[in-house]
């Protein structure tokens, strides 16, 4: 099948890597233009959006910064990896805890916190990724950075003999762990704990609704569309459109990042406001 440019949103399966399923999806479109923003591990589920050929472009802008998940703590064991796929490292009974002890645990997560990422990140360490680091057997220590907490709650703690697992929902910034979250729970309860399930519910304005779920039955947000919804959109005039294709600034009061339009509705750019114009961030028409 044959799939124009533009974004594709698709519910990612339990077991693929992020990169398996953009190999699986050039397949399916039958190119090698297609990237994706926003890594899911191969355990967890859900919403992976993907950019196919021009709008593979388009994924390095995107302000995708607001994501929603759904996830099952398990508090008493810590992993290696602080999700279930890690060997198990230690073990501290944790049926004693109240639910009010662990409704408080949780609530200290909402708003701006610093945050260490896990060491089997993605995140790159003098060019080399922390995972690969960390399998390497080498020691790896990542800096805690700010990340945003937007809302988190805990649905009723199931207790399994001296483990206890937490059903939460996060909506939270881009660059959130929520790996850490359970490994930071778990450690703020005095028990340990890591991630036995993931699944994201929502990527910016993409939700499992719109989500493909047949790897091989895909199809695309135009790239017209896509740019309307992840950001502000301004309608030019068609002497302002000719400006936009030969790349030229534009006397337009922008407050931020800003996909621009030709009378048509064809999208043509991504401005940006600098020096008291709007100036192009990556145009997208000859």
Do not use: N, W
């Amino acid at each position: 099948m044959a799939v124009e440019s533009g974004l594709v949103v698709v519910d990612k399966p339990a077991g693929m890597t992020s990169h398996a399923v953009v190999s699986r999806v050039r397949r399916t479109v039958g190119t090698r233009k297609v990237g994706h923003a926003g890594t899911l591990d191969p355990m967890a589920t859900g919403v992976l959006v993907l950019g196919v050929e021009r709008a593979t472009r388009l994924l390095g802008h995107l302000m995708l910064t607001e994501k929603t998940y759904a996830a099952t703590v398990r508090l008493g064991q810590t992993t290696t990896t602080d999700d279930a796929e890690g060997e198990p490292v230690a073990s501290v009974p944790a049926g004693h805890l109240t639910d009010e002890q662990i409704r408080t645990a949780l609530e200290a997560f909402q708003g701006e916190i610093e945050q260490v990422p896990s060491t089997v990140s993605a995140i790159k360490v003098d060019g080399k990724r922390a995972y690969a680091r960390a399998r390497a057997g080498e020691h790896v220590e990542l800096r805690p950075r700010s990340v945003t907490i937007h809302e988190i709650a805990g649905g009723e703690p199931r207790r399994v003999g001296d483990l206890v697992d937490l059903e939460i929902r996060v909506r939270c910034s881009s660059g959130t762990y929520i790996r850490a979250i359970a490994r930071d729970l778990g450690a703020a309860l005095g028990v340990g704990g890591h991630l036995t399930a993931l699944r994201r519910h929502s990527v910016g304005p993409f939700t499992l609704a719109e989500a493909d779920t047949d790897l091989d039955h895909l199809h695309a947000i135009p790239l017209a569309r896509a740019a309307r919804d992840c950001f502000p959109a301004v309608d030019l005039d068609a002497g302002q459109a000719q400006a936009v294709r030969y790349g030229r600034p534009l006397p337009l009061a922008l407050d931020a990042l800003t996909a621009v339009f030709a009378p048509g509705g064809e999208f043509l750019a991504l401005y940006r406001p600098e020096g008291g114009l709007a100036r192009p961030a990556a145009v997208f028409v000859g």
